[in-house]
């Protein structure tokens, strides 16, 4: 891990907003955030179309069998209306998904609204405990890494850090089941048992995943809250505080961990929302039923509606979480807001 000079982290920078005539700054900000965030998820709907038709087969392949006729293949064709052009299979998949008809799936009937209503809340469950654990040790260990800086609990955490990146989640996933299955065989650690039928059960499932989701992300936490930690020594009111006689323990936690918290905090929100992307990964590896594990079966399905819908659920959620986050960055640090 190297050290950023001084003035060299901060909030990410983003494209300023224009200005709209008449309107109140924070009113622009939301605006230009919200058609930002719809030109995103507009381009989604299309990579999500794509990509899942330029998959090797068809839902027809999944339904006809591999053994069945010419006229039976062109009749569930023609009822799935895959003979149409790909331009008009796009607008009326589009039409029906903002009119809110996701669909239904081919492979067991159901509706796709209602199977990733089941499985939603799963997949948020496991990002908010896997982004609990990433910064209960990323931001506190940057924070500790900094203040001792050169020595050894510093270089510990950059260690750390490092492993933590090197490892993919899922192999990190694999290892701990391993190990969890040899010292401890009757822990949890494949399966999922829901909040409402066992809380106890609920909690033991979701830990391991957790952990293998948390550990690996923290890293980053941990090397942002260092650098920014750093960045913030250099500045004149630590140096104020210290010639003033506070310890440089105090004046980290009384100035120093809020000034460097903006930057870390846009990083945490936008790991929330890589975390649910992982979770595709994560989900297949501890046989969690979220909504990663629901996009894996149904692309190896060629069940195109649920999809495609969950590609651009994940990705609303995104767009979602990152809007969340820049609307909290001026609250946390009140310079960005002004500016």
Not at 62 to 82: F, Q, V, W
Not at 192 to 219: C, E, H, R, W, Y
Not at 244 to 258: I, M, N, P, Y
Not at 267 to 284: D, P, W, Y
Request: proline residues 7%.
């Amino acid at each position: 891990m190297t050290d950023v000079a001084p003035g060299a982290l901060g909030a990410p920078r983003t494209a300023r907003p224009p200005r709209f005539a008449g309107l109140p700054p924070i009113v622009t900000f939301v605006l230009w955030r919200v058609l930002r965030g719809l030109g995103v998820l507009f381009a989604l709907s299309l990579i999500a179309f794509g990509l899942v038709h330029l998959l090797p087969g068809s839902p027809v392949d999944t339904l006809a069998g591999p053994y069945s006729d010419a006229a039976t293949r062109a009749k569930l064709t023609e009822d799935l209306g895959l003979n149409e052009p790909l331009p008009v299979q796009y607008l009326t998949w589009l039409g029906n998904t903002l009119r809110g008809d996701l669909g239904t799936s081919v492979f067991n009937g159901l509706p796709v609204r209602e199977l990733i209503g089941e499985r939603l809340p799963n997949t948020f469950e496991l990002a908010i405990f896997a982004t609990i654990i990433s910064a209960a040790w990323g931001v506190p260990a940057g924070a500790i890494a900094a203040l001792r800086r050169g020595r050894g609990v510093d270089v510990a955490a950059r260690s750390a850090t490092f492993v933590g990146l090197a490892i993919p989640v899922f192999v990190f996933g694999v290892g701990l089941v391993l190990i969890f299955s040899a010292l401890f065989p009757t822990w949890p650690t494949l399966g999922f048992v829901s909040f409402a039928d066992d809380p106890m059960k609920n909690l033991q499932t979701m830990i391991l995943p957790s952990i293998a989701l948390g550990l690996p992300l923290g890293s980053t936490l941990c090397r942002y809250m260092r650098s920014s930690m750093l960045e913030v020594y250099e500045q004149d009111f630590i140096r104020t505080a210290l010639a003033t006689g506070s310890t440089k323990l105090q004046a980290t936690l009384r100035h120093g961990v809020r000034n460097a918290a903006a930057p870390v905090a846009t990083v945490a929100g936008l790991q929330m929302a890589g975390i649910v992307g992982n979770s595709i990964l994560i989900e297949n590896v501890f046989a969690i039923p979220g909504i990663g594990q629901l996009t894996v079966s149904a692309i190896t399905q060629h069940d195109y509606a649920v999809a495609q819908a969950c590609i651009l659920v994940l990705g609303a959620t995104f767009v979602l979480l990152n809007f969340i986050v820049d609307l909290l960055i001026p609250l946390i640090d009140p310079k960005i807001g002004r500016d």
